[in-house]
């Protein structure tokens, strides 16, 4: 298997265990969506789009077909929720290419560093949002 | 073999051992059977891999280390840290479905993952667990997740219905996504190999279109697990970090 080959020295092993570390501390993370690295990330990442706005339409008629059931207003919420569901699937999509979260939620994931993020959801209850002028730019 | 020439006879469920339990069909199928060899191929991959506990890893340890840490890069690449507790459910997931994506390219298997109700299972469990870690991590404050900050509360009656959708759409489209890939991709296989037979010595080209499709189909398998495994990892990033 490792014919003759030598063990890689145990002097450097400090410093790949320091560099192991330095990965391990909780940074920026959420690149998945945002920046392919890879040819694998780039390819997962288009078969995400596609399904993604048809899944948000299905959920959206449903769930009108759903109401429209418990009220007796047959066509009524089916249409409007069509539409929702519509609007869903195109949000879900556009987060996805501009990498803002993942789905629910508007939260930059690149730009946003993940230190705030952990002090803002364990410290305060309601941090003022960082990204209004960004969503007030998206819209 | 003799009356299966539809290409979507490969997705039959044949029942092996009959069970039923208080009215429902619980008996033991080529899925399920399907399932359990998943299961053990993995653990049987995983366990002998790691017998010796090289210090310098062989092959076959290699290739367990090299699943185990790619999936855990991916929780520390899309969670951070806080996902470490979390590395359990989602390399058993991708395992799985790896597992049983490549089961499948084996001719005369079962695609398990090809039938919606299984990937819809393992998704509606991801989406129950990630849904229970939010109100377990924040409470009612869980409910901000469907209120973009910054927000008119004007635009609230329409925002949050469709926070709400997109939300709930997440099980729909990670289970139908894996789903369709392996049920069009399997599909497909079948349709052109009976194009082989169907143009004789013509047959040469969808052959050779099989063999590169095949190829691609390995990489779905792949993918499709890949990209189930990064869906929960974001989902869990989403419920540990609301906005």
Redesign the interface.
Same mark, same amino acid.
């Given at each position: 298997? #490792?014919e003759g080959r030598p063990?890689p020295p145990l002097e450097d092993l400090d410093s790949r265990l320091r560099a192991a570390k330095a990965?391990?501390?909780? +940074?920026g993370? !959420?690149?998945?969506?945002g920046q392919p690295g890879s040819a694998?990330q780039g390819?997962?990442f288009a078969? +995400?789009i596609g399904?993604?706005l048809?899944? !948000?339409l299905?959920? &959206?008629v449903g769930?009108g077909l759903l109401i429209d059931e418990a009220l007796g207003t047959r066509p009524w919420f089916m249409v409007v929720?069509f539409f929702?569901?519509a609007? !869903?699937?195109m949000? #879900?999509v556009y987060r996805t290419v501009s990498g803002i979260?993942?789905?629910? &939620? %508007?939260?930059p994931a690149e730009r946003a560093p +993940?230190e705030d993020?952990?002090e803002k959801?364990a410290g305060t209850?309601?941090a003022p949002?960082e990204?209004?002028d960004e969503?007030?730019g998206r819209k | 073999m003799a009356e299966a020439h539809s290409p979507l006879e490969q997705f039959r469920i044949r029942s092996l051992v009959d069970i039923e339990l208080g009215g429902i069909d619980a008996s033991f199928t080529n899925s399920s059977l399907m399932m359990v060899i998943a299961v053990v191929l993995t653990g049987t991959f995983l366990m002998v891999g790691m017998r010796h506990r090289a210090?310098?890893p062989?092959?076959w340890q290699s290739m367990a280390e090299l699943s185990y840490e790619f999936v855990a890069n991916?929780i520390? *690449?899309?969670?951070?840290?806080?996902g470490r507790p979390y590395f359990p459910i989602i390399f058993t997931l991708f395992m799985f479905i790896f597992f049983g994506n490549m089961i499948g390219m084996l001719p005369y298997s079962f695609t398990f993952t090809s039938h919606i109700i299984v990937t819809f299972g393992m998704a509606i469990v991801v989406f129950v667990a990630v849904t229970v870690l939010g109100f377990v991590?924040?409470g009612l404050?869980f409910f901000?997740?469907?209120v973009?900050?910054?927000?008119p509360i004007g635009l609230w009656p329409l925002l949050i219905?469709? *926070?709400i959708?997109?939300?709930?759409?997440?099980p729909?489209?990670l289970s139908? +996504?894996l789903f369709?890939?392996m049920l069009a991709g399997h599909t497909l296989l079948k349709v052109f190999a009976g194009f082989v037979v169907a143009l004789g010595v013509g047959g040469v080209l969808p052959l050779a279109f099989i063999v590169a499709l095949t190829g691609l189909e390995m990489?779905i398998a792949f993918?499709?697990a %890949?990209?189930f495994a990064?869906?929960t990892?974001? %989902?869990i990033?989403?419920a540990?970090?609301?906005?």
């Open positions: 298997m #490792n063990p990965r391990g501390k909780p +940074r993370g !959420a690149k998945g969506g694998n390819l997962g078969l +995400r399904v993604d048809v899944a !948000a299905a959920v &959206g769930l929720f929702l569901g609007v !869903a699937g949000l #879900n979260g993942h789905g629910v &939620g %508007y939260k +993940r993020e952990a959801t209850e309601k949002p990204g209004d969503s007030g | 210090l310098v062989g092959r991916l520390r *690449e899309t969670v951070g840290t806080e991590k924040h404050h901000s997740f469907f973009p900050p910054g927000a219905p469709i *926070e959708i997109s939300y709930l759409s997440r729909i489209s139908v +996504r369709a890939n990489l993918l499709q %890949y990209v990064i869906l990892c974001l %989902y990033n989403d540990l970090h609301l906005h």
